[in-house]
């Protein structure tokens, strides 16, 4: 079983800052890439950050590069995104999320949320002033 607990969510003007954690347990050796994304309400579930772990290379979608930085404390298990001048329209639920070692390179590069297999339970980041 794996499990993710997610942490650092919260309220924060525009402009702002706020760091995400996902602390994954159980079997995560396993894991090929991670995933950030988010849900706004009334929208779908899209793509924000992935890391494939079996090369390191890390992909943002066009909204948040140069923004948000993901990176992962391997010894902690533990996944993070730094986000940095927060706009309104980053305002929604977050979740963090693992796909397996066999996902293709590709969908790990392009987000695809069906490659992912275990989903944090998610946290609210609201921007506004």
């Known amino acids: 079983q794996v499990q993710f607990v997610e942490s650092g969510g919260g309220l924060v003007q525009p402009g702002g800052s706020l760091r995400l954690s996902c602390a994954a347990s159980?079997?995560?050796?396993?894991?090929?890439?991670i995933g950030w994304f988010r849900q706004a309400p009334g929208k779908e579930r899209e793509g924000v950050s992935s890391?494939?772990?079996?090369?390191?290379?890390?992909y943002y979608v066009d909204s948040v590069k140069g923004r948000f930085t993901m990176s992962v404390d391997n010894a902690k298990n533990t996944g993070y995104l730094q986000m940095n001048s927060l706009k309104p329209e980053d305002t929604a639920v977050y979740y963090c999320?693992?796909?397996?070692?066999?996902?293709?390179?590709?969908?790990?590069?392009?987000?695809?949320?069906?490659?992912?297999?275990?989903w944090g339970q998610g946290t609210q980041v609201t921007v506004s002033s």
């Open positions: 890391m494939d772990l079996r090369d390191g290379k890390i």
């Open positions: 159980g079997l995560t050796s396993h894991f090929g890439g």
């Open positions: 999320a693992a796909a397996n070692d066999a996902t293709p390179r590709l969908y790990i590069a392009n987000m695809r949320i069906r490659s992912y297999d275990y």
